[in-house]
């Protein structure tokens, strides 16, 4: 079974600092990992996925297999960033199956 | 272009009857999935449909089905309705292939009086 763990369900931090939303996935086989965001008002959308291994609107994530953990990271926060982000795997192959986690509330203060 | 449209946005039905929703994918898009989102259970995977047929099903009651015709167009019907299904039903669309993006619509809010 494929499972996804976000442990913060709030995260709150000030403008400029730096932030990591944190993810776990649990599958015996070679996940695909996704983040989506959801701003308020507007539908849930994609940030990034493991396999671009590139930086969108300054967050990254790195894919770690050993520790089967997909953290978010962005070094500066700022005020825009504020929203709800969910981790999720697919198992891959050419079934569109998404397994998302409980999700995380950021919220950048001034 | 457009993208995922669902509709009716909102619905409110009474227990035992039966409901139907509507989602219209983004054009070319031939994969349609179907999320349960609850404040208790988070987003859950109900179904995903490509070319008409079901592919994958999530762990939900012979209740909660679906359909999709020959423009890639999908509904899902929920008959019997139950107080625990009130919530908002995500409709998402997708190109074939792997770590395709899937693109959500902006829901569908049941609500069962």
């Known amino acids: 079974a494929q499972r996804v763990t976000q442990p913060e369900k709030l995260l709150s931090v000030f403008k400029g600092a730096p932030v990591e939303l944190k993810c776990n996935y649990s599958y015996s086989g070679s996940p695909e990992l996704f983040w989506y965001v959801q701003y308020s008002r507007q539908r849930l959308q994609l940030l990034l996925r493991h396999i671009s291994r590139e930086s969108i609107k300054g967050f990254t994530a790195d894919l770690n297999k050993g520790e089967t953990s997909f953290h978010l990271k962005k070094p500066f926060a700022q005020e825009e960033d504020s929203a709800m982000y969910y981790c999720a795997l697919s198992g891959g192959g050419s079934a569109r199956q998404l397994t998302f986690g409980s999700g995380t509330q950021l919220t950048v203060l001034p | 272009k457009a993208g995922v449209t669902q509709t009716p946005r909102y619905l409110i039905k009474t227990r035992g009857q039966q409901v139907t929703l509507s989602c219209s994918p983004i054009s070319g898009h031939r994969s349609v999935s179907w999320y349960q989102q609850t404040p208790g259970q988070g987003l859950q995977f109900l179904f995903e449909y490509f070319s008409e047929t079901q592919r994958n099903k999530g762990n939900f009651p012979g209740r909660f089905s679906g359909r999709q015709f020959s423009n890639s167009r999908s509904e899902m019907n929920v008959s019997t309705l139950e107080l625990g299904d009130s919530a908002l039903y995500l409709c998402?669309?997708?190109?074939?292939?792997?770590?395709?993006?899937?693109?959500f619509g902006q829901g569908t809010r049941l609500t069962v009086v």
């Open positions: 998402a669309s997708s190109l074939e292939g792997a770590y395709t993006e899937a693109f």
